[in-house]
């Protein structure tokens, strides 16, 4: 299935492309017991790398989301579902254990069940007591479910997704230094922590005043290289037209998505759809601008909200990239003064809409958003 090769969400299987060295340092962290916090964009392929390591070492695994998380008793609900889930992926067969978990959760004011789910699959339950609601046990019950993997002798990945928006919490500081009190004693689980703005998220691991300073190694996800999609495509286009990709077409495809993962997969996943024979430049530029046209709206929220000297940056750079903010060309074009170029630039860099490349040059991240202020 084409949508299988290109998904515009987790790649997996024959979609995952590359990533070697970062899968590589990903699981070296795992190996070691080093917690990981990992920074790139939105839509860079994180989550897709993150499973693609735990699979492949087959190594049992948690996974919760915060980004819908609004007060401490939805962080709360997250922490009651890792609980199923961690005690599920170190024993499916939870009855075997069942005695271990009495022991191990008794006085946490909960009580662990243990039903039955379609199928007859047995899985873990928590039920919680109305006094567990009033109090955080965030750092108890992570070191409960640390206790539980090193009594029967499991190691287990924890992932925690969109993290950063603890950290919009008013009760944000004290629920970050529970984390950390349970990540700094944890002696069978290993961290994981990622989410899609990086500004948020890398400032609660790398500010001093906060209970995450520099609690684990960070890693940084970069756009895949061309020479390495190059293998990839050329792979799955003899899979499709029995040959190599045209030279134009690839050329062109690296250029509309600018390396961008979620769209090359988007620009590709119309090509395998549509194109009988192998696609040429022409028929690249045309799946991308119907794609961009496609998604107007999402692509269009994220700069609807910018401030009117956002928005006057941003068009500055769709057309000119440059290091040289405070320069007199851009200052003549931005038609603005340095101070509120130079505020401009520091709040688009913190909402992740423009980012400095290798050269130093700043760009719009997103090319989508590039393509449409250029057309419209």
């Known amino acids: 299935m084409v949508a299988n090769l290109f998904p515009l969400g987790v790649a997996e299987g024959e979609a995952f492309c590359n990533r070697v060295k970062e899968r590589r340092e990903l699981g070296g962290n795992i190996n070691n017991g080093d917690d990981t916090v990992i920074s790139a964009p939105r839509r860079y392929g994180k989550s897709s790398l993150i499973k693609k390591v735990v699979t492949d070492m087959q190594v049992p695994y948690a ?20 609980v199923a889930q961690a005690i599920y992926a170190i024993s499916p067969d939870v009855k075997k254990i069942q005695s271990q978990l009495g022991k191990v959760f008794k006085g946490l004011g909960s009580e662990i069940s243990i039903g039955l789910n379609v199928g007859s699959v047995v899985s873990a339950g928590i039920t919680l007591h109305p006094d567990f609601e009033k109090k955080l046990h965030i750092e108890e019950t992570l070191l409960k479910l640390d206790e539980l993997a090193l009594a029967l002798g499991k ?30 004693r944890s002696k069978a689980v290993t961290y994981v922590f990622s989410g899609s703005n990086r500004h948020l998220l890398l400032s609660m691991f790398s500010s001093s005043s906060r209970a995450l300073y520099r609690l684990c190694q960070t890693m940084l996800i970069e756009r895949i290289d061309a020479k390495e999609y190059k293998i990839f495509l050329n792979e799955l286009a003899k899979e499709k037209w029995e040959t190599d990709l045209e030279d134009g077409a690839f050329e062109k495809i690296m250029h509309c998505s600018e390396r961008h993962p979620f769209y090359v997969n988007a620009i590709c996943n119309k090509l395998w759809k549509e194109c009988e024979s192998s696609p040429n430049a022409s028929n690249v530029e045309e799946a991308w601008a119907w794609f961009v046209s496609s998604n107007k709206i999402s692509i269009v929220s ?16 769709a057309t000119d990239p440059t290091s040289e903010i405070r320069g007199k060309t851009f200052l003549l074009k931005a038609k603005l003064s340095p101070s509120s170029i130079v505020q401009s630039v520091k709040a688009l860099e913190a909402k992740d809409i423009i980012y400095r490349d290798e050269d130093g040059d700043y760009r719009i991240l997103d090319p989508a958003i590039r393509f449409y202020l250029l057309n419209h």
């Open 63 to 82: 996974w919760i989301d915060f980004l819908t998380v609004s007060t401490k008793d939805e962080v709360q609900s997250q922490i009651a579902k890792l």
């Open 155 to 184: 190691r287990i990945v924890f992932v925690f997704d969109e993290f950063q928006q603890v950290s919009l919490l008013k009760e944000g500081a004290v629920i970050e230094g529970m984390i950390r009190h349970a990540v700094e």
């Open 302 to 317: 994220d700069i609807i909200d910018l401030s009117a000297n956002q928005k006057r940056i941003i068009n500055c750079l």
